[in-house]
């Protein structure tokens, strides 16, 4: 199995441009999320996802949109780029949306914007 | 306010010894789970150990511990026979029932041993 699929790795957009980050997981997970890393913060929740046609705002949403259409795919989109955005993008999920479920995490996008 | 504390930023350890990442977390949901993810300089997050709240022993897998102490809220990861693919940043997490069961995590420890 592939897991967690992210696309792109890296990314540089210049301030105002829109963009969408991918995600897709064959695992047949319910729960999917995006995070944001940023140097000593730890990662931060910035929507989630807890089935198919159901999302919900994580700790800092602010700036980014998520859809849910079907249960593997859950794209993250940047509406207007802000330099305050520069950071590590992952996107994850879980078999449940329960206490003890892990999340499996993709390996991450890079993105800077200038 | 925070919700997972991680107090070292930096730790080093000998090649071969056994180390302890400490991890203090505040919550007032009697339902509740701990984890400790592993994030080598390659940027991936592996997923290392699970604790959850009403579990009577401290878990473990292979060489990674978990010393969990309720009463003192916390969760430290100890790992056993260090060895140099073990240096990484480490992280601890918690889902919470009463917060949605979203993960919250702490800054991370970055742990390097040394040969």
């Known amino acids: 199995n592939a897991g967690v699929t992210q696309t792109p790795k890296f990314q540089v957009l210049k301030t105002g441009q829109s963009m969408t980050l991918q995600c897709a997981q064959d695992?047949?997970?319910?729960?999917m999320s995006w995070y944001r890393q940023d140097p000593g913060m730890g990662l931060r929740l910035i929507h989630y996802?807890?089935?198919?046609?159901?999302?919900d705002q994580g700790e800092v949403p602010n700036g980014y949109n998520v859809s849910r259409s079907t249960t593997e795919d859950f794209p993250l989109r940047l509406l207007s780029a802000a330099p305050s955005q520069t950071s590590v993008y992952f996107c994850a999920s879980s078999y449940a949306w329960k206490v003890n479920s892990p999340l499996h995490f993709g390996n991450g996008t890079r993105l800077t914007v200038t | 306010a925070q919700k997972i504390t991680q107090t070292q930023p930096g730790m080093f350890v000998q090649e071969k010894e056994a180390v302890t990442l400490d991890c203090t977390y505040d919550t007032s949901d009697p339902s509740y789970g701990l984890f400790w993810y592993k994030q080598p300089s390659s940027g991936e997050m592996i997923f290392l150990i699970y604790q959850g709240s009403y579990d009577q022993q401290n878990a473990t897998e292979g060489r990674y511990s978990l010393n969990f102490q309720k009463a003192r809220k916390s969760a430290n990861l100890v790992i056993s026979a260090s060895q140099l693919g073990d240096s990484a940043m480490y992280f601890c997490?918690?889902?919470?029932?009463?917060?949605?069961?979203?993960?919250?995590f702490g800054a991370g420890t970055r742990l390097t041993v040394k040969p």
């Open positions: 695992m047949n997970h319910e729960y």
């Open positions: 997490a918690m889902r919470e029932a009463y917060n949605n069961n979203d993960m919250r």
């Open positions: 996802s807890v089935g198919a046609g159901i999302t």
